[in-house]
């Protein structure tokens, strides 16, 4: 796990990185490149005005966006694994399509066109899939008294993760029908060209879920598990303090969430048991913040959760708090199974599967169908094993479950619509790619 790569500082000799500032000016100038030699290239066409369009999008959201990500504790923006395995996953999957679009005579300006497309679209589609699963962890300050600006900014910053694969596939998908309608390309031909390059994406972009410590999977006792480090932003080890496999500060409270922070287990030989906290009850305050829910409390426990901390928690009923200086480093997460490396080898597996049966396709769409088939199957079985979806809608299946049922019935029906067509696969044109 690597979270944070780098900080970017927020202030390089006085003058703002952010904002307007520093890399404001350097993206004017590369903008200024880009744009010169798109008009080179191009002319004042419709590519060209699109690009003036994306620059100014990237420019606003340096000037009001990244001010307001950046993370005050380490000084500037922290460049994170998961953002920069996501960047990786993009250009691997464009790369690969790329190549096989030279290989069939097609010129990669379409690739690259696309590729722009699938990954702005992508990104939101992802994004909103996320915020709307879980609309109240964006609510800034709180969820009783949330404010416009802030929660914005909470829900653009992508730093921390945060994204959701299938909300990702299904707007790509959406962005993909709209290129090939106004390029008047050959969809399925172009989908089959694609596809590899897009489970490569999918695979690579998990290994930056490892780097973050989420997607993660259940507890387990398998040689090849793996624990995670202690923090307030590793999900993996603040879910399982939420569900009680780990104490905070020798304490496990009853119930989660919204629940009150009464104790319900006290570990034995701990600070806690030492200092006088027994079960049953109620923390009033932590570190002189009022806590009213477990959540509350256990974010306030979190912050001081490291060696040399004061811990300071007030009960109810109780006149002087209980105090005392964390003397050892917290435990790592419990053990679990590395579902974000599954997902990895599942996806490199198919990618090399796909690969292998183009030599043998008989009708263009049949990678595409192929995909639509296996991959859902194989995201449902990982999500047996990953803890970190709720089941919905009354449904023993986690909202990727449902929606992995839905693409595989969608395969299956591919596969009937193509197998009675007639064996057929077309050869791309070579003028293609100048109507494109």
């Known amino acids: 796990m690597c979270q944070t790569l780098f900080v970017i500082p927020e202030q390089i000799a006085g003058i703002s990185m952010f904002g307007v500032g520093w890399l404001l000016g350097a993206w004017v100038l590369v903008s200024a490149v880009l744009i010169g030699w798109s008009v080179r290239q191009h002319g004042w066409g419709g590519e060209t005005r699109g690009q003036i369009g994306a620059t100014l999008i ?4 340096i000037i009001f966006i990244l001010p307001g990500v950046v993370d005050e504790e380490l000084g500037g923006l922290a ?68 404010e416009l600006v802030p929660t914005l900014a909470a829900i653009v910053n992508l730093t921390d993760g945060g994204l959701v694969v299938y909300g990702a596939l299904l707007a790509g998908g959406a962005a993909l029908l709209l290129f090939i309608h106004k390029h008047r390309l050959p969809g399925l031909a172009l989908s089959d060209l694609i596809a590899p390059g897009v489970v ?5 972009g998990r290994l930056g879920c490892f780097m973050n410590g989420c997607c993660y999977g259940d507890l387990t006792d398998v040689p ?25 500060h020798g304490l496990l409270f009853k119930g989660y969430g919204d629940d009150p922070p009464v104790i319900a287990k006290v570990e034995p030989n701990s600070a806690a048991q030492r200092n006088g906290l027994e079960v049953g009850q109620r923390v009033a305050a932590v570190g002189g913040v009022k806590v009213r829910t477990v959540h509350e409390a256990q974010m306030e426990l979190l912050r001081t959760f490291g060696e040399g901390q004061h811990v300071r928690i007030a009960i109810d009923g109780e006149r002087a708090p209980k105090e005392w200086t964390v003397a050892s480093p917290p435990p790592w997460s419990k053990p ?58 009354g449904t023993p299946w986690s909202i990727s479950q449902i929606i992995s049922i839905g693409i595989c019935l969608l395969g299956i029906a591919m596969w009937i619509h193509l197998l009675r067509k007639p064996k057929a696969t077309i050869a791309w044109p070579k003028g293609l790619a100048a109507a494109a």
Not at 200 to 204: I, N, Q, Y
């Open 58 to 61: 990237v420019a606003l959201a």
């Open 79 to 146: 460049i994170r694994g998961y953002g920069v395995m996501l960047l990786v996953a993009v250009v691997s999957g464009i790369g690969l399509s790329t190549y096989r679009a030279r290989r069939v005579g097609l010129d990669p300006e379409v690739i690259l066109s696309l590729g722009t497309w699938f990954f702005v679209w992508g990104i939101a589609g992802a994004r909103l899939f996320y915020v709307i699963q879980y609309w109240n962890r964006f609510l800034r300050p709180n969820p009783q008294n949330p």
């Open 200 to 204: 490569l994406g999918v695979g690579l």
């Open 224 to 248: 090849w598990a793996v624990q995670f480090p202690p923090g307030a932003k590793v999900p993996v080890y603040t879910d399982q303090i939420e569900r009680g496999n780990l104490y905070l």
């Open 336 to 393: 679990v199974h590395p579902a974000q490396l599954y997902s990895f080898i599942d996806a490199l597996l198919l990618c090399l599967l796909v690969l292998a049966y183009e030599p043998f396709k008989r009708r263009d769409g049949e990678l595409t169908a192929l995909v639509l088939t296996l991959h859902p199957i194989s995201r449902y079985l990982l999500e047996e094993i990953r803890i970190d979806e709720p089941a919905r809608f």
